[in-house]
């Protein structure tokens, strides 16, 4: 079972040893009481002041200040989805452009994918809010935070989902293209969607990374959760506890975003054992030898 786990991991990372994982350990206890620390100092800092006072916090217990709240968040998954769906298309034809043989095609998509990629999402916001209504073209208030975020968000799955397929075995194409299929069928029924399947967890990172991007749209005035909270605590006066009920949100969704990525990639993991492992060697072929380790 030792040997099966680091074989599995062993193209991420080497395996740490003793001394390397006793290292780990004490780094991770002590930045956890490094945080701990700050936290406690400030909760000091905040009660000193005032900021956890009853009075302050009470508001958040009503139903209208969380409908108004909720109202943002369902902004903030609209466009997170509406971005998901319009760039996960994009980011795989960009994908499948950057593999093509086309030369002129595929520079097209590989310098689409490098220079948006390279470029502030925030850049490409204020481009769409000024640049374009100075020739005529001015798009409604989702699209304008949709439009910047689909594009920067398909070169990054257009990044990943080109790195599932380099990373499938040359004998998956090969077999499709033995069974008389098209370079295109072939990558459509054959490659594509085991590349999917291998990639889904980064996908969903990438998900959680587009899910925070969502709060530029208090640039746009578009009504999402950060837009709300700005707005209702420019209101009720509580900055502090407005942002931190906010935060608690942002955690909360982002965390099972993570959380599922972290299943998926667990699943990943068992279900991607090498076929070789479990076909036995074939009559008269050589077994497998293990280099004994130098030093």
């Not at 002590?30 to 700050?38: D, F, P, R, T």
């Amino acid at each position: 079972m030792r040997a099966r786990r680091v074989s599995e991991t062993a193209y991420l990372y080497d395996e740490p040893g003793p001394r390397a994982r006793r290292r780990i350990r004490i780094a991770s206890a002590v930045s956890v009481l490094v945080l701990a620390g700050l936290l406690a100092l400030a909760l000091v800092q905040f009660g000193s002041r005032g900021q956890l006072d009853a009075d302050r916090w009470t508001p958040f217990l009503s139903w209208p200040i969380w409908e108004y709240l909720l109202v943002g968040l369902r902004g903030t998954l609209l466009a997170a989805a509406v971005v998901a769906v319009l760039g996960g298309v994009l980011g795989v034809l960009l994908a499948l452009g950057r593999l093509s043989p086309v030369r002129p095609l595929r520079v097209l998509c590989t310098g689409f994918i490098e220079v948006f990629r390279t470029l502030p999402v925030l850049l490409l916001i204020y481009l769409m809010l000024f640049g374009l209504p100075a020739y005529g073209i001015n798009l409604p208030v989702l699209w304008k935070l949709v439009v910047p975020l689909t594009i920067a968000n398909a070169a990054a799955f257009a990044e990943i989902v080109r790195a599932g397929v380099l990373s499938l075995p040359r004998g998956q194409s090969e077999a499709g293209a033995s069974l008389g299929m098209r370079r295109l069928q072939v990558m459509r029924a054959v490659v594509l969607p085991q590349a999917l399947r291998a990639v889904t967890p980064s996908l969903v990172v990438q998900l959680v990374s587009l899910l925070k991007d969502t709060s530029l749209g208090y640039v746009v005035a578009y009504t999402e959760l950060l837009y709300r909270a700005q707005v209702l605590s420019s209101y009720n006066r509580l900055l502090i506890q407005t942002f931190l009920v906010v935060t608690l949100v942002y955690l909360v969704v982002n965390g099972a975003l993570s959380a599922l990525a972290s299943r998926m990639r667990r699943r990943t993991t068992r279900t991607a054992a090498p076929v070789a492992a479990a076909v036995p060697p074939q009559q008269g072929a050589p077994a497998p030898t293990v280099e004994a380790p130098r030093g």
